[in-house]
Structure formats: structure tokens, C-alpha cells
């Protein structure tokens, strides 16, 4: 095809539809809106298009509501597919950010048009010089670039504009095309192709003028006269002029047979006689400016492989690298170049830039500098920046040297610098990513992995030491967050200081407060290289810059930040990804940002010197009220008909969702950040009113809670917050943290502590007259005291919780009572009252459209009907709720129904049945950390495999459960017990003779 090079890599087509190829293989690029936006990006030719731009150019006055949005799942869309390869957490290299835009960086080969337009050029200039075939060819080979309309398929009033305009380009192209045919005197062979022109193009005054002139010199002076005639008459019908002065001037020549009109004759192209010939260029010195090589230069192996074959490819390699300060940017690029030493036998060129200091480096300056190494005596050096770097281009063109641009400050200062010829190549460090600068290829440096951070502490501070104390090494090291610089200061002092010991320095480093301290020996010094970055901010930047160093997360979402921002989300967007390209804050996934550890304690430091402490508070309470109303959305949606997000204290607003899974994964993928933000309110808190929004993010994350995933950290934040609410004397939040500690320790299995938390978080409910959770604590100490086989106690409980429901108009929880007190009355012998309680339990749930209700309530009549014998039944019901639970990821009750299946499929001595959901309930209990889950798993789990006859593991099973029953003071022990003395002695030495592998998805059948 026209639009696709021969040569691998990608190619792209705007000369016909937008198309692309990679490797020789046509690329999916997706719907016309899609298409549309790449045609964009292609066009403007590696220039920043901002949002705004882009849809007004695809959607128009038309544009949905939604458009920003959309926009970006296309880019996001076409990333994936330009790129497939991408890791996840990597940075785009084609289609990237810059600022708030977005740019698609490709070499100069890649574009039809591209190609297209230096075919033209090429043509102009062997025109120019007399080369007339060479010009027709090049002009040729132009157009058969074209493969019909130009951005086919493309939609928006940008496409139509610059359709318009590349046919306009075309036929203007053509028109010249047909010049040079008549300069050489192809007037017979192009007769036919003007024919065909000029009636697609009626009205092209050139065009007509040209099909004169080949009729004129092929001798046919009527036809020629007859083309005016019809022109005429077309131009004064259709706009009412007459021809214009140069084709009425060759009408006139025509008529009068101007000998002028006829071919003239090409010149020979002429030798220089020998006399003629110029003086031997003056050979030019061989610069070599590279600073020394770094003699313990350690690690970077695959980047450093990566760089070489960048900078070995065709036409004029650039390649930027950009990272935080100090993480080698310079070592690399420097050790790099020297091991193209060869590659580029005309030498290296070497520039300081000095572009984040007070006094960078002018352009021009450096140019000079260049100049004279190249050998150009200072007194013919011009002065202009244009007159210098066209020099400086001038003599590199023919050579091979490779140019190192250091310490960059943005694309404006190094383009003047950078060679255009092929054969030569330019390498440019920067903190931000010089995403504007075309044809470059970025490369995002990243700290250095743990045993390259450890290979470089041991060449500075000396193998034999480091080996002796190896895990105090590696703890050193990940105190320097392995920034290289961090790393190879303490290793200096360490090498500095013959009588330290490796562990000397891990205490230094541990206290967050001291450690920028440590990282600093002779001029170097860890907390002045970023104060360089820091220093180029703008004070929009700068202040997000130290409030997002303020939580305690390990990174945190865009929505989020615009809370502790106070920014919209489209302001906070902008001034995060700034902050990204200015290599202050990382990007590891789509919407999320993160600090390096050393960059987040200097942001503290920094904060701390500037903002007031007032700043600082309320930028913390507005990212807990965004977690907050964030997180009661979610639980509206998780647990329709809750009591519990109409009672809860919200001050702000947050992210909103559209269904129940959507909502449980956002709890999923902010729990480190939700519990960190608790953690930290709980530690800062002095009043009522800093302590309950944290309290309340405990009750509201209740489905991350069942998940099984948070079960440590539930306890330390429910702790935590416990803590400090009775320290202030804060009843609402110690009601609120204890309910939820009581729902933490009976998962556990320690039911005396649930039940005291319970019982006191529903007594303060009581004397305060808080209704957030007074039915949950009723319902949760029926359960815990169930639990206990305390059933008649139980039921009482219950019987309390239903009248509170009843009277608060709340029949979800109604339905929750009636389904959980099921298992109390068969505990108590009656079977038929537990059916009619789970039965009416689900109805309610399914009136209420409850799905996680509805989940919990068929897996309490499963139980129900699989002890009265009502095997298919049961196992219908748990079957549905299996998929529910593990649909939403509810792993705690997924867990909980493969038992309850196990004992089913036990009851039917379908006992293979049985082990497959006994292994899979094993898994699950074991990967959330859920020891009762594991002990009743192992349980039902010993049962099915002695139906299967294999005593052996059966009695390891059985064994391991009671282990742990007994540990956790279960009641359970003691059935296990019977059961265990009940095991004839026999069955001990029995060998498995069937060996069953565990699955992970076991098939329920019905």
C-alpha cells in the first residue's frame, strides 16, 4: 500500500483513510471518533493538543456531555493498541502527555504525509538546480502516496477542514507535477492526464492554462484555442468572471504563434575543469568533551542495552532521559556514550546545560562552545542563535558525533542543539520529560533495584563490609528509597568512617525526621538536589507539591488529591501530571500518584517551613470527607437498605457508582490509603469533630470488611480510633469503632470480645440515642451469642433487634434478623420454625431488590434445609449465592458457602463433590488469613475424604481443625474431639489410596 514503508516499525496513513501498520501489519484502530482523534494527533505533528482542542475538532457544537471522558478512553484506547507491549506501570512513548494535552511522538519517517511533503521539497530543490527528471520523479512518488480522499472515515469539522486541505495540497502538487512535464518536454504524454484534470477541476486556471500548452507544442493550435474558449465560458456561468491575465496573456501568445511557447533546450550538466576544482577541505578536529567515565558505575543493564540500540538506529537518534534528581540520569547517559565510543568515530560533544540552577546555560552559548571544539576560529563564529546552530549543523552533516545535552531545562533550550544530519545522534537529560521534543524517545529513569542499590553501596563502601552485614546493607539501602545519589552518599561516609558498622547507619536512617540530614557528605547532598527541582515550581505546583506529602498512603487517587487540594478535578489533573513531567510525583497506574519515599520527606520538610498548621488540618479533613462520602456510596449500593449511610456524619463529597461491584472494587483498591487516612486522623485527633469522620469510614467500609482482604488493618484502625476516642472522651466515635472491633474479633472467632463490644457499643447507643447501629449490635450479639449455643439467649436478642427494626420502619434488617435466627431454632430443635424464619428472610430481601441481602439469606436456608434433609434445595440456594458473593467479592462468605456445599455434598455421599469445595474453601480461608474459616474447612474437608476412604489425610485434617478449634476456644473443639475418639485406632495406618487435587473454580452442580 502507499501509506505503509516497506521498513518495520510503525507507519501511519492520512493520505487516504487514517490507517496504521506495524511491522507490515495493519493495525485495529477502532470507531471513526477514534480514528479522528489520531488523524488529529498525526497532523499536528508531535505539537501538544490540548482536550478542549480535540473536542472541538471531533464532536463540534455537538459534543456529549461526557466528552472529556470519552476522549480519554480513546487515548487510552489507542495507547494500547500503538503500544501492546507497554508494561503497566510504564510510561507511554508514542502518545503522551504533556501538560494538559496530549502529543503522538513518531520518527520523521512514519507519516504518509511526512514522506510526502520531503518528496516535494526534494522536488523544489533539484528543480531549482536544473535536475528536471530528478524532479519529476521525486513529485511522482509524492502522489502515489494518495490512496483516494485524504482521512477517510475521519469525522469533525477538524477532519473536513483538513481534508480540504490535503486535497488542495494534492492538486497544487499535480499542477507543479505538470510544469516540470512540460519543462522536459513530455507535452504528447500528459495531454491525456490534463483531459482528465481538467474536467474533475473545471475551474483551475493552471490547469487549463497547462493542457493549452501541451495541445500548443503537440501542434494541435485549435484544440488549444477551444480549452479557452470552454474555460471561458464555465468561469463567467458558474462565478461570473472572466479568465484571469496570465491565461488570457497565453491565449494571446497562442494566437500569435510565440516562438517563446515552444520546449527549451535543458544545458548539459558541466565538469569543472581540473584548474577549477576546489581546495581541499581543511580537516577538522576530532572533539572529545565527554566527562570521565564513572569507574564504579553499577547496575542499569537492560537500559543501558536499551540506549545503545537507540542511539545506533537510522536517520538522527534523540533520545531524552528524565528522572527525579539524583537517580543517575547523568551516569548513565555519560557511561552509555562512552560504550559508543566506536559507533561514532567523529567524536563526542558535551554540554552542562545547568538547567535548574539560577544561571542556565544560553543556547547560544553552548553553541559557541561547539563551534569552537569543532574548530571554527571564535572570530567567525556569528552571533545569532539561527546563524549559529545552522553552522553548527552545517558541519556536522556528513560526520558521525554524538551529542550529550546534560541537565536540560525543556525543549526550547535544546532544539538549537541538536544535529540534523543522519549519521549523528543526540542524548538529553532533564527532570521533566521532554515530551514537546519531536522524534525523541523518552525514557523514564526509575530508582534502581534492590540488589543494583546494594552492588553500588558495596563498590563505594567496599565489598567485604557489606557482605558481613548483608541484611543491615539492604536495609540502608531501602532507607535511600535506592535513589542512586542517597545510596552513594552514605556509602561515602561509611568508607569515610573505618570504625562504623553497617547497622550504625540503619538507625540514622529510620527516624524520618533526621534522615535528609544523613544523605549529605562533602558537596553533595541529597535534600539540595531536590530543592533544585522544587525551586522551578510555579506556586500552584509548589503547593500541591507539599500538601499531597501530607497522607500517610502509599499513593493516592486524582480524586482524592483534588480534595486535599481543594481543586476540581480537572485543575488537580492538570497540576498532578505537571508535577509527573517535572519528575516530583510518580504516575504507577491511570489516575493514581505516588511520592518517592526521600522526595515525600523533603515535600514534609518543606511543608512544614511554609504552611500553616490550619493549612495542613484542613487539607487532611478534606480528604477524609472525601473518603467518606466516597465510601457511604459505596455501602448504600453494597447493602441496600442499611441503616447505616443516612446516619452517618458527611461533610463534602466524593466519587459515586453505578452498581454494587464497582463500588466494592473502589473499597478494594483504596484500602491502604482509607486505613492510613483513619490511622492518621486518630493519631492527630483532639476533638470530637477530627475523630468521628474516621469513625464513620470504619462503618461505611463494611463491605471491604467481608471481603477478608483488610482483616489486620480493620483491627489496628477500629484500635486505633478506640483509643483515641476514649483519650478525648468521644462517645459517638467509641460506639462507632467498637461495633466494628466487635465485628473484626468475631471473625476471628473470639467471641467473648465480640461480645463485649457489641454489648457496649449497643448500651451507648442506647444512652446516647444514636440509632447508626443499635439494630446491627442487637443482631450482631444474638449471632456471637449463638455462636456460643446459647440459642434461647440468642433468640431473645433477636426478638429485640426486630422489634427495633419494626418500630424504625427498616425491613432489610427485619429480613437479616429473620434469616441469621434460623440457625437458633434449629439449634433448639425446631426445624420448621427455621425454614418459615430463612424463608420469609429471603422473600423480603428479594421484595427490597437487596442482592447482597438476598446472597446472605439463601445461604442461611441452604444451611437450614441441608440439616432437614433437603439436599438439592440446598445446594440450589448456596450455589446462588456463591456467585453473588464471588461476583462482589466477598471472599469471607465465599469461603463460608464452599463449606456449607461441602457438608451438603457429604450428607448426599457425593464425596468427591464434597473435597472439591472443602479444597476450594481451604484456599480461600488461608489466602484472607480467616483461622475459624480454616479449622471449619479442614473439618468438612477430613469428613469427605474418609467417605472417600482416605483415612490418613482424613485424620490430618481433622487433626489440624481441632489444632486450631481448640486455639481459638471454639465450641467446635469439642465435637471434634467426639469425633476424634470415636476414629477407630485402625484408621490411623490406612494409606490414601486416592489422591484428590485441589481446584479453584469447583463446579457446583444441582
Known sequence: MAGQSGEGGLKFAVLGPVRAWRDGRELDLGTPLQRSILGMLLLRQGHAVTPNEMIDAVWGEEAPPRALGA?????????????????????????????????????????????????????????????????????????????????????????????????????SVIETLMDVDLELG????????????????????????????????????????????????????????EPGPELSALHQRILTADPTLAVAEQPAEQALDEEEQPPPARE?????????????????????????????????????????????????????????DEAFPDGQLYADLRGYSDEATAPESALGGFLRALGIPPDVIPEGLAERSALYRSILADRRILVLLDNAHDAEQVSPLLPGSAGCAAVVTSRVKLADLPSARLVDLDVMEPDEALSLFAAVAGA???????????????????????????????????????????????????????????????????????????PAQARAFRLLSLPNGPDISAGAAAAVLSLSAFEAEEVLESLVDASLLEAPGPGRYRFHDLLKLFARRVLDRTERPQAKTM???????????????????????????????????????????EAVAWLLAEGDSLFAAINQAAAAARAAEQ???????????????????????FDQGTRAVLAAARRIGDQAAELRAGYVLGRVLFAGNRLKE???????????????????????????????????????????????????????????????????????????????????????????????????????????????????????????????CLAFFRASKQRVWEQRVCSRLAETFIAAERYPDAVRHAEQALVVSREIGHPYGEALSLTVLGKALRGLGSGTRSLDCLRQAFEIFSRLGAPEAGDLKVLLDGIATADDTISDS?????????????
Open 691 to 713: 475523630l468521628l469522620p474516621a469513625a464513620d469510614l470504619l462503618l461505611a467500609m463494611e463491605p471491604l470488611l467481608e471481603s477478608g482482604t483488610h482483616t489486620r488493618e
Open 71 to 171: 476522549l480519554r478512553t480513546y487515548v487510552s484506547r489507542l495507547r494500547t493498541v500503538l503500544e501492546p507491549d507497554r508494561p503497566a506501570r510504564s510510561r507511554p512513548e508514542l502518545l503522551t502527555s504533556i501538560g494538559r494535552g496530549y502529543a503522538l511522538r513518531l520518527p520523521d519517517d512514519a507519516l504518509d504525509l511526512t514522506r510526502f511533503e520531503h518528496s516535494v521539497a526534494e522536488a523544489e530543490s533539484a528543480r531549482k538546480s536544473g535536475r528536471l527528471g530528478e524532479a519529476a520523479r521525486c513529485l511522482r512518488a509524492a502522489l502515489a502516496l494518495f490512496e483516494g480522499e485524504p482521512l477517510a472515515g475521519a469525522v469533525g469539522p477538524y477532519a473536513e477542514h483538513q481534508r480540504d486541505r490535503l486535497v488542495e495540497r494534492r492538486i
Open 619 to 661: 487539607a487532611l479533613r478534606r480528604l477524609l470527607g472525601f473518603y467518606l462520602a466516597s465510601a457511604q456510596s459505596a455501602h448504600r449500593l453494597a447493602y441496600e437498605g442499611s441503616m447505616i449511610p443516612g446516619n452517618l456524619v458527611v461533610v463534602g463529597s466524593g466519587r459515586a457508582f453505578d452498581t454494587a461491584d
Open 994 to 1006: 486416592t489422591v484428590v487435587e485441589p481446584v479453584v473454580e469447583p463446579v457446583v452442580e444441582a
Open 284 to 340: 577538522l578536529p576530532r572533539p572529545a568533551q565527554l566527562p570521565a567515565a564513572v569507574s564504579d558505575f553499577t547496575g542499569r543493564k537492560e537500559v543501558a542495552v536499551r540506549l545503545r540500540t537507540l542511539l545506533s538506529g537510522e536517520g538522527v537518534p534523540l533520545v531524552a532521559i528524565s528522572g527525579i534528581g539524583g537517580v543517575g540520569k547523568t551516569a548513565l547517559a555519560v557511561h552509555v556514550a562512552h560504550l559508543l
Open 754 to 880: 465480640a461480645e463485649e463490644h457489641f454489648r457496649t457499643a449497643y448500651e451507648l447507643s442506647l444512652a446516647r440515642g444514636e440509632k447508626i447501629v443499635t439494630g446491627e449490635a442487637l443482631n450482631a450479639l444474638a449471632v456471637v451469642v449463638g455462636r456460643q449455643r446459647r440459642h434461647t439467649e440468642a433468640l431473645a436478642l433477636f426478638d429485640a433487634a426486630m422489634g427495633y427494626y419494626r418500630d424504625n420502619h427498616v425491613p432489610a434488617g427485619e429480613a437479616l434478623v429473620l434469616s441469621y435466627s434460623a440457625r437458633e431454632h434449629l439449634g433448639l430443635g425446631r426445624p420448621e420454625d427455621a425454614i418459615a424464619a430463612a424463608e420469609k428472610g429471603l422473600a423480603v430481601f428479594t421484595e427490597i431488590g437487596s442482592g447482597a441481602g438476598t446472597a446472605r439469606a439463601r445461604y442461611h436456608l441452604g444451611i437450614v434445609l441441608s440439616r432437614v434433609g433437603r439436599l438439592t434445595e440446598a445446594v440450589h440456594h448456596h450455589a446462588e
Open 186 to 241: 513530455n507535452h504528447a504524454k500528459v495531454v491525456s492526464e490534463l483531459i482528465a484534470l481538467t474536467a474533475d477541476h473545471p475551474l483551475r486556471e493552471r490547469l487549463r492554462a497547462q493542457l493549452m500548452l501541451a495541445y500548443y507544442r503537440c501542434g494541435r493550435q485549435g484544440d488549444a484555442l477551444n480549452v479557452f474558449t470552454e474555460t471561458r465560458e464555465a468561469l463567467i456561468e458558474e462565478l461570473g468572471i
Open 464 to 538: 567485604e563490609r557489606v557482605s558481613a552485614e548483608h541484611g543491615a546493607a539492604m536495609d540502608v539501602v531501602a532507607a535511600c528509597g535506592f535513589l542512586p545519589l542517597a545510596v552513594r552518599i552514605v556509602a561515602a561516609r561509611l568508607a569515610a568512617r573505618p570504625s562504623w558498622t553497617v547497622a550504625s547507619l540503619v538507625p540514622r536512617l529510620a527516624d524520618e525526621q533526621r534522615r535528609l540530614d544523613e544523605l549529605k557528605v562533602g558537596t553533595m547532598a541529597v535534600e539540595a538536589t531536590f530543592a533544585l527541582g522544587y525551586g522551578q515550581l510555579d
